[in-house]
């Protein structure tokens, strides 16, 4: 009932739509303080990793794996990803564009956040997100997506429709 009234109703609609300008301006406020003021993940990754050790460690040691010997020895790349996706995700959600993946990407980065020890926003906006993932389209109703999801479905029907009716040739 509630999943419904998330995916269909107009009050729904424009309560996704303050959250979604909130999350989206969030993202995107870091994404670009990130992108302009220079950014190395580096000391956050090594904090992390030492936040694996200790009598009651808030980081697991299987993701501290991953950070010590995949994330630090490429963390060039990911100074290049964390504020490139944050900025992204951000113009998307304040855009309504593509809402419902961009949500589910915030949600993947909020999730490594919390996964490296930093509790931060991060909760909130994952629990934020969470809303606008359910509420799939009516997120991004208002906003380009109104004009985006109708196109995208009319160019894969028309897709679909004229590989059916080709006639197939049998051997």
Known sequence: MFNNWLRKNQIAMWLLTVVRVYLGYTWMEGGIKKLIGGFDAGGFLKGAIAKASGEHPAVQSWWAAFLKHGALPGVKLFNILIPLGETLVGLALLLGTFATFAALMGMVMNFAFLLSGSI?????????????????????????DYWIMPYLRSLFSKKQTISASTPQRII
Not at 133 to 141: D, H, I, L, S
């Open 120 to 144: 931060s926003v991060n909760p909130q906006m994952i629990l934020l997100e969470m809303f606008l993932v359910v509420a799939a389209a009516n997120a991004g109703r208002i906003g380009l």
